[in-house]
T-cell receptor, first 113, second 114 residues
Framework: QQQVKQSPQSLIVQKGGISIINCAYE??????FPWYQQFPGKGPALLIAIRPDVSEKKEGRFTISFNKSAKQFSLHIMDSQPGDSATYFCAAKGQGGSEKLVFGKGTKLTVNP | EAGVTQSPTHLIKTRGQQATLRCSPISGHTSVYWYQQALGLGLQFLLWYDEGEERNRGNFPPRFSGRQFPNYSSELNVNALELEDSALYLC?????????????FGDGTRLSIL
């Protein structure tokens, strides 16, 4: 019940296209859903995060869509650029200190020029 | 603002040895988290320290341990190293661990076991 399932494992998109990464969870106690971006040789960097009281959050070209009833959330990267090529991780956490941040297994995104 | 810093960048050990990894959090952050990122397995939560105390622990054996110092920096110790301990060890920090504050990561220590 602590798992976060992420798909696809890898994704190839042309420059200017839309990249879509999906995540699903089972634990209804999760109430914080961040996305991280990781470049080779670097640690994950927080990209954008959402809480379940909103269905969508947009920051620049990055949008999180959240479907509470389906227990799914997704990251959309509009106008994808070669510089977006990285591994993306979704994560989820319940409220309170005893809860840990649970990560999906990651999606390797390649944006071709 | 300086980010989370980890040292060393790389560490090579042999089976049975002990490894010590270090982390300095972002100034003002009191919570420090340790994660293991093994190939193909994503990030696995190891330990959470806040105000000098271990607050939570992931599903790892007791030979993984650590501590947090009064200046909020932290050490991760791995005893009796095994080949499967080879991984990138990431440290993250946040303002506190109780209110879902964002966790900010360092660039990790690559631990290789020969």
């Amino acid at each position: 019940q602590q798992q976060v399932k992420q798909s696809p494992q890898s994704l190839i998109v042309q420059k200017g296209g839309i990249s879509i990464i999906n995540c699903a969870y089972e634990n209804t106690a999760f109430d914080y859903f961040p996305w991280y971006q990781q470049f080779p040789g670097k640690g994950p960097a927080l990209l954008i995060a959402i809480r379940p009281d909103v269905s969508e959050k947009k920051e620049g070209r990055f949008t999180i869509s959240f479907n509470k009833s389906a227990k799914q959330f997704s990251l959309h990267i509009m106008d994808s650029q070669p510089g977006d090529s990285a591994t993306y991780f979704c994560a989820a956490k319940g409220q309170g200190g005893s809860e840990k941040l649970v990560f999906g297994k990651g999606t390797k995104l390649t944006v071709n020029p | 603002e300086a980010g989370v810093t980890q040292s060393p960048t790389h560490l090579i050990k042999t089976r049975g040895q002990q490894a010590t990894l270090r982390c300095s959090p972002i100034s003002g952050h009191t919570s420090v988290y340790w994660y293991q990122q093994a190939l193909g397995l994503g990030l696995q939560f190891l330990l959470w320290y806040d105000e000098g105390e271990e607050r939570n622990r992931g599903n790892f054996p007791p030979r993984f341990s650590g501590r947090q110092f009064p200046n909020y920096s932290s050490e991760l110790n791995v005893n009796a190293l095994e080949l499967e301990d080879s991984a990138l060890y990431l440290c993250a920090s946040s303002w506190d661990g109780y209110s879902n504050q964002p966790q900010h990561f360092g660039d990790g220590t690559r631990l290789s076991i020969l």
